[in-house]
């Protein structure tokens, strides 16, 4: 995850690849129940930064401010309403949607794939949450049905400190995965 951005523009074919890239995610019963919201240039970020963060959560403001200039930010959004329409069509009437929200995992998965087409296109990315939905919702006109699941920041990486998170190291093999049995 990379949190210091050149603010030079990324490409319009590179945007249009991590996009194309991101749409062939995984999907339940190919509901494709994702959208994004492609905000390029500094005035539509920084549009973003003001309205999902409100300033009682602007700590990643302070702690790494050139995040702020990532040149382009796409939020993830989700529509649980798809997937219940498409589990209620005739191909899908006998299947339980189950407790697992699809809609979540889905455009979890879109995400990843943006995050890993930025590292083959030489970008930096940073996936991070969105702190006030509904602020989003207004300055871009997103509908009350579609979920802001995250958003992930892209452009050309300049150096960086690592995040302190990376401290805690990543949790041996042998603590994760269970062969057989738990």
Known sequence: MVRNFDDRPVEPEVV??????????????????????????????????????????????????????????????????????????????????????WWYVDTGFAALLLLLTAVDAGLGALFLGVADPEGLRAAFGVPAEQTPVGAVALGYPLPDEPSASIARGRRPLDEVVHRGRW
């Open 16 to 101: 249009d690849r991590l996009l194309d890239n991101a749409v062939r995610a995984p999907s339940a019963g190919f509901t494709q129940g994702w959208a994004f919201l492609v905000l390029e240039g500094a005035e539509q970020t920084r549009r973003f930064w003001d309205a999902s963060a409100p300033r009682g959560h602007d700590g990643a403001r302070r702690r790494w401010p050139g995040v702020l200039r990532a040149p382009l930010i796409v939020v993830c959004l989700a529509s649980e309403q798809a997937y219940r329409d498409r589990y209620a069509e005739a191909d899908k009437a006998l299947t339980e949607i189950g407790a697992v929200p």
